[in-house]
C-alpha cells in the first residue's frame, strides 16, 4: 500500500510528501482562490501520465535496444463545464529523438503503455477520450 502525507499551508496551498519523502507543493490559480505557488491538483493528474507512459514506452524502447536520445511527452487535457469537472479529452503527444529508431518499435511501445501498463491511463479513460500522437526526429 502507498501512503502520501498532505499538510495545509494556508490559502488553498498545500504540502504533500511522498512515501519516498519527496516534497510536492499544490496550489490553485487565483481565479480558483489560490496563489498559483504550486502544481493543481487536476494538473497533477496529467504530470503523473506523462511519467507513467513515459516510463513504460523508455522501457520497452530500451528492451527492444532501440537507439532512443531523448523523449518530450506533451499532455493536454479539457475538463468538463459541470461538476465534478473532470477532464473529458486528453491528448498525449510523444516527441522521440533517436538515430534509427525503427517506427513499429515505437508504435508498439505505445501501444503496450495505453492498453497494458499505464495505471494512470487506465483511470482517465473511465472518463475521458484519450488520443495520443508521436513524431520522431532523427539525430545525425
Known amino acids: 500500500m502507498t501512503e502520501i502525507k498532505t499538510r495545509w499551508i494556508d490559502g488553498m496551498q498545500f504540502l504533500s510528501i511522498s512515501s519516498g519523502g519527496h516534497p510536492l507543493v499544490m496550489d490553485v490559480s487565483p481565479d480558483g482562490g489560490g496563489r498559483g505557488e504550486g502544481i493543481g491538483p487536476m494538473e497533477l493528474l496529467l504530470h503523473a501520465l506523462a511519467g507513467c507512459t513515459g516510463v513504460d514506452v523508455v522501457s520497452i524502447l530500451q528492451k527492444k535496444r532501440q537507439p532512443l536520445t531523448g523523449l518530450e511527452i506533451k499532455v493536454r487535457g479539457e475538463r468538463r463545464q459541470e461538476y465534478p469537472r473532470v ?50 526526429i532523427e539525430e545525425e
Open 87 to 136: 477532464y473529458s479529452q486528453v491528448e498525449i503527444e510523444y516527441i522521440f529523438r533517436g538515430r534509427g529508431l525503427d517506427p513499429k518499435a515505437v508504435e508498439q511501445a505505445i501501444k503496450l503503455s495505453e492498453e497494458k501498463y499505464c495505471s494512470v491511463q487506465a483511470h482517465l479513460a473511465a472518463f475521458a477520450q484519450v488520443t495520443s500522437s508521436y513524431r520522431i
